[in-house]
């Protein structure tokens, strides 16, 4: 596998990273911990030394997952976990989105929580999972910075911040890693964040850098999800929506074809190859498909290649937005 740099700090990760959240969160019941503790340790063997989880996944229980898988491993990966919401009530059923909580002692409190449900002495990158309003950023890049300054943080991360907010926090302390959704079928962040990034010397994590499962080809306007898999809720995968948007996988598919890839490696490597600090973290509960993305690194799209997907895209108007409106409003701020 190789290695990428993230931020101007000395992070170093594998270039295909892997998001745990679905293990036990948000596409269904929770997996069953044993067969997920096996794939999260089949993922070091194969190289991967990146793994994102947060205390909302659950609540809490992807974080006691995380830590046990890679416990036996620790010094051999890197653990992202996130603050920022307050989790005295469940934050998927809020009519007008999450509650959030940045305050510094609260930042503090999460911080020592995740380490004992990480089982670890330190959290390698963590992340402000959604920006708080009610806290100056400041505040949070201060919180953090505090316990960088004792060792209980190693990096600073944000996650759907804007442009401005980015700034603010990284003049206080050093951001290592943006992470937003960043995908064929989304790239907004083209626009102002990526530029913003580089200028600055911030890595980027695209979290469902496969349009959360979509753009693998093997979601139709037939599919059907098992309760409680939120992808039901979202506006870009109602059937109508769906139906539309299978045009771009078909033309992602024919590019695929030509490369012996598959179009989820395909998507895969054309956000490895916008720039050398992206690392996706495409997430799976399956070892053939964490196989299968991991194979992404290696295949290395040529400037025909990458002007096709390009091409492919630009042709595709994208149906559905990829939040309910309470969730929209708390990204990009």
Same mark, same amino acid.
Request: charged share 25%; proline share 7%; with cysteine.
């Given at each position: 596998m190789q290695m990428r740099r993230l931020g101007n700090g000395g992070l170093e990760v594998s270039a295909i990273g892997l998001?745990?959240?679905?293990?036990?969160?948000?596409?269904?019941?929770?997996?069953?911990?044993?067969?997920? /503790?096996? &794939?999260? +340790?089949?993922?070091?063997? #194969?190289?991967?030394?990146?793994?994102?989880?947060?205390?909302?996944?659950?609540?809490f229980i992807n974080e006691e997952l995380v830590g046990e898988a890679l416990a036996p491993l620790r010094e051999r990966v890197v653990i992202a976990t996130k603050f920022g919401f307050d &989790?005295?009530?469940?934050? +998927?059923?809020?009519?007008?989105?999450?509650?959030?909580?940045?305050?510094?002692?609260?930042?503090?409190?999460?911080?020592?929580?995740? &380490?004992? #449900?990480?089982?670890t002495g330190v959290i390698d990158l963590f992340y402000q999972h959604r920006v708080d309003p009610g806290v100056p950023i400041e505040d949070v890049a201060g919180a953090v910075k505090d316990l960088i300054g004792e060792g209980k943080v190693r990096h600073f991360g944000l996650s759907e911040a804007g442009v401005a907010t980015i700034r603010r926090a990284h003049a206080v302390q050093p951001v290592a890693a943006l992470q937003s959704e960043y995908?064929?079928?989304? +790239?907004?962040?083209?626009?102002?964040?990526?530029?913003?990034?580089?200028?600055?010397?911030?890595? $980027?994590?695209?979290?469902?850098? &496969?349009?959360?499962?979509?753009?693998?080809?093997? /979601?139709?306007?037939?599919?059907?999800?098992?309760?409680?898999? $939120?992808?039901?809720?979202?506006?870009?995968?109602q059937p109508e929506a769906r139906n539309a948007n299978l045009a771009l996988v078909d033309l992602i598919a024919a590019i695929a074809a030509r490369r012996n890839a598959t179009p989820g490696q395909v998507a895969l490597a054309w956000l490895l190859a916008q720039k050398p600090w992206i690392v996706p973290i495409p997430g799976t509960t399956k070892l053939s498909r964490l196989e299968e993305n991991i194979g992404a690194a290696s295949l290395a799209l040529t400037p025909v290649d990458l002007l096709d997907v390009d091409k492919a895209a630009a042709a595709v108007k994208l149906e559905g937005a990829r939040y309910p409106e309470a969730l929209q409003r708390i990204t990009g701020r």
């Amino acid at each position: 596998m190789q290695m990428r740099r993230l931020g101007n700090g000395g992070l170093e990760v594998s270039a295909i990273g892997l998001g745990c959240m679905g293990m036990s969160f948000s596409y269904g019941p929770p997996k069953d911990k044993k067969e997920m /503790i096996a &794939l999260i +340790r089949g993922a070091v063997e #194969r190289g991967v030394t990146f793994f994102d989880t947060a205390e909302v996944y659950g609540p809490f229980i992807n974080e006691e997952l995380v830590g046990e898988a890679l416990a036996p491993l620790r010094e051999r990966v890197v653990i992202a976990t996130k603050f920022g919401f307050d &989790l005295t009530g469940d934050p +998927r059923g809020m009519s007008n989105g999450p509650r959030m909580d940045s305050r510094p002692q609260h930042i503090k409190e999460v911080a020592d929580a995740s &380490l004992k #449900r990480l089982k670890t002495g330190v959290i390698d990158l963590f992340y402000q999972h959604r920006v708080d309003p009610g806290v100056p950023i400041e505040d949070v890049a201060g919180a953090v910075k505090d316990l960088i300054g004792e060792g209980k943080v190693r990096h600073f991360g944000l996650s759907e911040a804007g442009v401005a907010t980015i700034r603010r926090a990284h003049a206080v302390q050093p951001v290592a890693a943006l992470q937003s959704e960043y995908s064929l079928w989304w +790239r907004n962040p083209e626009q102002e964040v990526l530029p913003v990034l580089e200028e600055l010397g911030i890595g $980027f994590v695209p979290y469902s850098p &496969l349009g959360r499962g979509f753009l693998t080809g093997k /979601i139709d306007a037939s599919t059907t999800f098992e309760k409680g898999d $939120f992808r039901s809720t979202l506006p870009r995968f109602q059937p109508e929506a769906r139906n539309a948007n299978l045009a771009l996988v078909d033309l992602i598919a024919a590019i695929a074809a030509r490369r012996n890839a598959t179009p989820g490696q395909v998507a895969l490597a054309w956000l490895l190859a916008q720039k050398p600090w992206i690392v996706p973290i495409p997430g799976t509960t399956k070892l053939s498909r964490l196989e299968e993305n991991i194979g992404a690194a290696s295949l290395a799209l040529t400037p025909v290649d990458l002007l096709d997907v390009d091409k492919a895209a630009a042709a595709v108007k994208l149906e559905g937005a990829r939040y309910p409106e309470a969730l929209q409003r708390i990204t990009g701020r």
